[in-house]
């Protein structure tokens, strides 16, 4: 299955059941606004996430600038420390935004979070960013979560 096809199914199966609001920190969404970000599942806060297992992040947002494309840049951040954290689909065009992304419109960008069995048992924060075309934060958004086995 292309990942392309795999964002596809993610967010069918997400539209079907309901994401969990989130308490974020928006670090520094220069070109946008959030206005929402949902995981699934996450039952409770600080979210929970198992190793092995995939969480649905799904960002409301509307976009200040006109943008041909989305790059997604996630780090997570440990004891201050902001590590590279690889997601499978990097291109936002391919996770619910349909690009070119216009400007004051309202986007959902549906991607996911894959906890790899190798990572330690912490607590960090996520920070998520989407970049336009000349690399300024469609969203930049910080949530804490914790890893669990
Ligand atoms: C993402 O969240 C928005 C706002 O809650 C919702 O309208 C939309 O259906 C969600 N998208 C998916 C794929 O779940």
Not at 107 to 127: A, F, G, R
Request: proline share 7%.
């Amino acid at each position: 299955m292309a990942f392309r096809d795999v964002c596809i199914l993610l967010m069918l199966l997400l539209a079907l059941t309901y994401g969990e609001h989130v308490k974020f920190l928006d670090c520094g969404s220069s070109v946008g606004k959030v206005a929402l970000v949902d995981i699934h599942p996450c039952p409770k806060q600080p979210c929970q996430l198992q190793k092995g297992h995939s969480y649905a992040v799904n960002v409301t947002f509307t976009s200040g600038v006109a943008s041909q494309t989305s790059k997604a840049v996630v780090h997570g951040v440990i004891a201050g420390v902001p590590i590279p954290f690889p997601i499978p689909v990097e291109d936002g065009c391919k996770c619910g935004i349909s690009c070119p992304i216009q400007k004051q419109t309202s986007y959902n960008y549906v991607n996911q979070l894959p906890v790899k069995t190798e990572y330690p048992k912490i607590k960090l924060v996520v920070e998520w960013e989407l970049r336009d075309d000349s690399g300024k934060d469609l969203f930049c958004i910080k949530f804490p979560v914790q890893i669990v086995s």
